[in-house]
């Protein structure tokens, strides 16, 4: 049974700093896509960033690029986002996702799904 557990989520100030890792378990995801997403408070699932198999390309939202940078290790079948210069508007469940076959923001073309971890930015 394939598994993606999300942590490092956490309460943390405006300003600070908070990484996040997603490690996949039940078959490896290292010839895949992963990527991480997050839902706002009464909004959709939004794209955050996502990084391609060999992590040489990466692909960012623009609402957190030059802030947030997506890496993975694909020996320990995890993928990270460390999330800096956090803003209040950053806050969300983030969820990480794997097993597309391109370098995407559509989440339907992600198969699996962790079940997300909170990130709350105070002002």
């Known amino acids: 049974q394939v598994q993606l557990v999300e942590s490092g989520g956490g309460l943390v100030q405006a300003g600070g700093s908070l990484s996040l890792s997603c490690a996949a378990s039940?078959?490896?995801?290292?010839?895949?896509?992963l990527g991480w997403f997050r839902r706002a408070p009464g909004k959709e699932r939004d794209f955050v960033a996502a990084?391609?198999?060999?992590?040489?390309?990466?692909y960012y939202a623009d609402s957190v690029k030059g802030r947030f940078a997506i890496s993975r290790d694909n020996a320990k079948n995890t993928v990270y986002l460390q999330m800096n210069s956090l803003k209040p508007e950053d806050t969300a469940v983030y969820y990480c996702?794997?097993?597309?076959?391109?370098?995407?923001?559509?989440?339907?073309?992600?198969?699996?799904w962790g079940q997300g971890t909170q990130v709350t930015v105070s002002s």
């Open positions: 996702a794997a097993g597309s076959s391109v370098l995407t923001s559509r989440d339907y073309h992600y198969n699996y």
């Open positions: 039940g078959r490896t995801f290292s010839t895949n896509v």
């Open positions: 990084i391609s198999w060999r992590g040489d390309t990466t």
